[in-house]
Every structure is written in structure tokens, then in C-alpha cells.
């Protein structure tokens, strides 16, 4: 039997919550080790095990893998989440490749909307206000509507290809961040609304979303402190 | 007979020349339309042509790409450049994520405060020589292959060594003690594809000097 994948991160979101989003919505389960003191981080660079000197780092089938994106995709794709295999189904290239690309693109997109947020808690708090109030806008202005769109114009269930993906994995990730910033966020998105209540509920998602999951809370101050006294920073 | 891919773009490196290398090294002409005026992009903006209302974007395959790695993505699975499978293609991902993190900090370089500049180069150069350079190095030690992943050129050895060239403008003493990464630059350069790119005239884009900065400064209204 499989091992569980193994995530090496500080205990908050951070760049490794997609990860945790993407293996609870395939349903797979996962042990976390936490950073929390610079020497546990030294021991992973000394030991080898982070390539560029970072986390994440993911273990699993046999792999040591490191960089965010280099993860969720082998996840994506292990998980069934990333689009219609062409040699599965018998798609001609074209038909499953645009399945594909259309996902990267906007798991791409969520996630560099993520990724500001992210970015803001280490800012000072000035700073930190205006970048979140502009995260605010970003989605409302050139995220979300884009995403509306896509739902309003083929009126299926899930981003692409009719059926459910990272890329609506990570839309729901993004929502719900972004929520937390202003709560009203979504009220000129009907669709968006809808596609927020029915992935809620699928099953895997709704047992991540309740208390007592693998789901970390927003960044606060001791996470940060943390961060930056691991990361020497 | 499909169209030959379209590049939309500002005339310089920026977010798009890893794209230029990787249809370039793949043997796939391409054409250019390039930006000139903020005008030129407002109206890509306005015909819904830019899904995020940003670019890159490319025309392939009767599609309007945009995101930089999901282009590059699609470029490399289309032309056999991304392993053979899903293990091979994690290597090859998490390679690609290294060279785009140290190539984003030489091509952002521009961008910094004239009074910062002097730090950002030896922070480059302190992660270029510490930390991403040794990492490659010891890859192809490992395996003593010709290739990163799989004994075969994929689109992480075509990043790393467009990255090598950077490196080498930035400061060519960087590479002195990476051998192995030498034999890459030099392997890869010689691929009959490749080795076209590099001649003058092609589409590769020179490095951004003052006037090609503001340029870039005026069409993406940066300050």
C-alpha cells in the first residue's frame, strides 16, 4: 500500500495550502510535518532534500518534490483533476489538450491572486492594508467577472470540460480567501455564488471545510514571526 | 495546413522570450505582432483577446493563450519537450520553477530603484552562484546524462540554458566552476534549432537597455 503523501511546511496556509486543497478534494489523506524552528529547516537543507533550498516540499511516490506549481500539477494530473486524458477517453490531442491548458491557465490565474495575499502578511501594516484592499479589487474588477463569464457562456457545472477540476478547486480557494477579505465580494456574481454553494458540498470539500480539518487559518502575527525566524528573513 | 503560432507582445524579452526559445528550440516558426503604443494593448484588452487582460498571449491551435507557464506548458506537451511521463514531467516542472524564480530576478533587475540596484545584483549573484547554479550541477552529476530529465532535451534544459546565457551577460565568471552546466550550454547550443536562435537576425531579443525600459515603462503604463 501506498505511502501518504508527506507535506513539510510551517503550520499556516502560505504557499502550500493549494496542496492541502487540491489532495482533500481528491479525497487523499496526508501527514504534515511542521516547521518551526530554524534548525529543522537546516536539517532539511543539509540533508539535501530541498532542491533550491525551499519548501514546500512533498513527498511522495518515491519523489522529493519542491516549487508550488511543479506539485499541484503532478497532483492534478495523478488525481484526475487536471482534464481528459487523450490516450483514456480517445480524445483527438486537440479536444484533450485544450482541457488542459484551460485549466493551467486559470489555476494559473487563482493562483496569482492567492499568491498576493500570501505576499501582503509579511508587508508592514500600511502596506499590508493597501495590498489587501487592492487584492479586493483585482478580483472583482479582473478575476471573478472573467470567471462568470466562463460559467455564463457554456452554463455547465464546473470551469472546463463539464467536469470537475483543479482549476475549480482553486477557484473555490481563491473565493473563499478573498472573503475573508470582504464578504460582499461576490454579490455581483451570481454564478460564482452558485458554483461556491455546490462545490462546498461536495463531499470531500465539505469535510475539509469543517473545524478539525488539515485547513489552515489566515496568517497572524506568530505565523509570521515564525516564518521569518525560520527563513532568517 | 494550421497557421503558424502568433505572438503578442511587447518588441523585447520580458514575460515572452522563454516562449521564443522554447518554439525556437522546437523547430516551429512563429510570427510576431508586437505592441508598440499602450494603445495597441488597450485594444487587445478591449476585443476580449486577453483573458486576464494581460500578455503574453499566443495564437495556436484556433486558441487565445495567456499565462506565461501555461503557454509554455502546452508549447512543450504539443512538441514532445515534457518527459515521457507524469514523474518525469514533476522533475522537469520543478526544474523549470527554479530557472523561472532566479530568471525573474535578473529580468526584473531593471525595474529596481537605482540606490537598490547594487544589492539586487550581488543578491543575484549570491543565489546564482550558492544556491540555483549548484543544484543544476549536481542533477547532471548525479545522472552523468546529456539532459536533465530522461536522457532526452525537454523544456527544462532549454530554460536553464536560456538562463545560462542571462547569467553570462549579468557576469561570465558566474559559470566558471559548474562543468557540467558549461557541457549543457554548449550541447544545447549546438542543436541545429538552437543554434539558428542564437545567430543574428533571428527573434531572439537583446537584452533591455534604457530606451527599450521606458518603452516598456510607457506601453504597460508602469511608472
Not at chain 1, 486524458?85 to 489538450?97: A, N, R, Y
Not at chain 2, 547554479?133 to 546524462?145: D, R, T
Request: glycine letters at 6%; one cysteine or more; aromatic letters at 10%.
Amino acid at each position: 500500500m501506498a505511502a501518504k503523501p508527506k507535506l513539510w511546511y510551517f503550520r499556516g496556509r502560505g504557499r502550500m495550502e493549494s496542496i492541502r486543497w487540491l489532495l482533500a478534494a481528491a479525497g487523499v489523506e496526508f501527514e504534515e510535518e511542521f516547521l518551526e524552528t530554524r534548525e529543522q529547516y537546516e536539517k532539511l537543507q543539509k540533508d539535501g532534500r530541498l532542491l533550491f533550498g525551499q519548501v514546500p516540499l512533498v513527498e511522495i511516490d518515491g519523489m522529493e518534490l519542491t516549487q508550488t506549481r511543479a506539485i499541484l500539477s503532478y497532483l492534478a494530473t495523478k488525481y484526475n483533476l487536471h482534464g481528459k486524458d487523450p490516450k483514456e477517453t480517445g480524445f483527438s490531442w486537440i479536444e484533450s489538450s485544450c482541457c488542459f491548458v484551460r485549466i493551467d491557465m486559470y489555476a494559473e490565474d487563482t493562483l496569482d491572486l492567492m499568491m498576493m495575499v500570501v505576499v501582503a502578511a509579511f508587508k508592514p501594516p500600511e502596506e499590508k492594508e493597501e495590498s489587501l484592499a487592492s487584492v479586493v479589487k483585482k478580483a472583482k474588477t479582473q478575476h471573478f467577472p472573467v470567471f462568470e463569464k466562463i460559467l455564463k457562456d457554456h452554463g455547465e457545472d464546473f470551469l472546463v470540460g463539464n467536469k470537475f477540476s483543479w482549476a475549480d478547486i482553486q477557484l473555490l480557494e481563491a473565493i473563499l480567501m478573498v472573503e475573508e477579505l470582504d464578504a460582499s465580494v461576490l454579490s455581483d456574481f451570481p454564478l460564482l455564488k452558485e458554483f461556491k454553494t455546490r462545490t462546498n458540498n461536495i463531499p470531500t470539500i465539505k469535510k475539509f471545510l469543517q473545524p478539525g480539518s488539515q485547513r489552515k487559518l489566515p496568517p497572524d502575527n506568530h505565523y509570521v514571526k515564525v516564518v521569518r525566524n525560520v527563513l532568517q528573513f | 495546413m494550421a497557421g503558424k503560432p502568433k505572438l503578442h507582445y511587447f518588441n523585447g524579452r520580458g514575460r515572452m522570450e522563454c516562449i521564443r526559445w522554447l518554439l525556437a528550440a522546437a523547430g516551429v516558426e512563429f510570427e510576431e505582432k508586437f505592441i508598440e503604443q499602450p494603445e495597441d494593448l488597450d485594444k487587445l484588452k478591449n476585443d476580449g483577446s486577453l483573458m486576464f487582460q494581460q500578455v503574453p498571449m499566443v495564437e495556436i491551435d484556433g486558441m487565445k493563450l495567456v499565462q506565461t507557464r501555461a503557454i509554455l506548458n502546452y508549447v512543450a506537451t504539443k512538441y514532445n519537450l515534457y518527459g515521457k511521463d507524469m514523474k518525469e514531467r514533476a522533475l522537469i516542472d520543478m526544474y523549470s520553477e527554479g530557472v523561472a524564480d532566479l530568471g525573474d530576478m535578473i529580468m526584473l533587475l531593471p525595474l529596481c530603484p537605482p540606490d537598490q540596484k547594487d544589492a539586487k545584483i550581488a543578491q543575484i549573484k549570491e543565489k546564482t552562484t550558492n544556491c540555483y547554479l549548484p543544484a543544476f550541477e549536481k542533477v547532471l552529476k548525479s545522472h552523468g546524462q546529456d539532459y536533465l530529465v530522461g536522457n532526452k532535451l525537454s523544456k527544462a534544459d532549454i530554460h536553464l540554458v536560456e538562463l545560462l546565457y542571462y547569467v553570462e551577460e549579468l557576469d561570465p565568471s558566474l559559470l566558471a566552476n559548474f562543468p557540467l552546466l558549461k557541457g549543457l550550454k554548449t550541447r544545447v547550443s549546438n542543436l541545429p534549432a538552437v543554434k539558428k536562435f542564437l545567430q543574428p537576425g533571428s527573434q531572439r531579443k537583446p537584452p533591455m537597455d534604457e530606451k527599450k525600459l521606458e518603452e516598456a515603462k510607457r506601453i504597460f503604463r508602469i511608472k
